[in-house]
T-cell receptor
Framework: GAGVSQSPSNKVTEKGKDVELRCDPISGHTALYWYRQRLGQGLEFLIYFQGNSAPDKSGLPSDRFSAERTGESVSTLTIQRTQQEDSAVYLC???????????FGPGTRLTVT | KNEVEQSPQNLTAQEGEFITINCSYSVGISALHWLQQHPGGGIVSLFMLSSGKKKHGRLIATINIQEKHSSLHITASHPRDSAVYICAVRSRLDFGNEKLTFGTGTRLTIIP
């Protein structure tokens, strides 16, 4: 079956531009997570969606970051007015209801020049 | 001090050696995960533990809740085991949102 997919796989953007990253979770997975991994560093939690509940946005680093998810489908992570420190791999993961195991997508490598 | 610390940061071993990677954490947790990140970046979940020990093939994970410590062991290591191994914990304080806090990973290289 299909795993978690993310697009684009790579994105190069100029400082100050907005970017939108997409995550398609595994069908039926109610939980969806966004993480960031800067070069040489560990993963950082950004945001968590669980069904129709209010998302946990506690990991978003600034108000330039936002994410949306409609129901249990696709999620988009938007970064406005990108800065060089936003350069990282952005990873999405999804999880089914009956398990704590998270399934990760391949990530989007964002480079802000 | 990070909530989750792994050791060693880097480990190089010969094929066939027994490998141990350690993870210590400072918060009360409800579960601990071990993840494998391949050189291409893909992340695979290996184990989720809340107590005791789990085994899958050549991989064994143990956790000691009282000591706030977990180990990941690889028996008969093989070059294809070369990857970054990541420990992540789910804090008891984050009940209901399943947020994970990650260690910085252990880069394992197995030489043929």
């Amino acid at each position: 079956g299909a795993g978690v997919s993310q697009s684009p796989s790579n994105k190069v953007t100029e400082k100050g531009k907005d970017v939108e990253l997409r995550c398609d979770p595994i069908s039926g997975h109610t939980a969806l997570y966004w993480y960031r991994q800067r070069l040489g560093q560990g993963l950082e939690f950004l945001i968590y969606f669980q069904g129709n509940s209010a998302p946990d946005k506690s990991g978003l680093p600034s108000d330039r970051f936002s994410a949306e998810r409609t129901g249990e489908s696709v999620s988009t992570l938007t970064i406005q007015r990108t800065q060089q420190e936003d350069s990282a791999v952005y990873l999405c993961a999804s999880r089914g209801q009956a398990t704590y195991e998270q399934y990760f997508g391949p990530g989007t490598r964002l480079t802000v020049t | 001090k990070n909530e989750v610390e792994q050791s060693p940061q880097n480990l190089t071993a010969q094929e066939g050696e027994f490998i141990t990677i350690n993870c210590s954490y400072s918060v009360g947790i409800s579960a601990l995960h071990w993840l494998q990140q391949h050189p291409g970046g893909g992340i695979v979940s290996l184990f989720m533990l809340s107590s005791g020990k789990k085994k899958h093939g050549r991989l064994i994970a143990t956790i000691n809740i009282q000591e706030k410590h977990s180990s990941l062991h690889i028996t008969a290591s093989h070059p294809r085991d070369s990857a970054v191994y990541i420990c992540a914990v789910r804090s008891r304080l984050d009940f209901g949102n399943e947020k994970l806090t990650f260690g910085t990973g252990t880069r394992l290289t197995i030489i043929p």
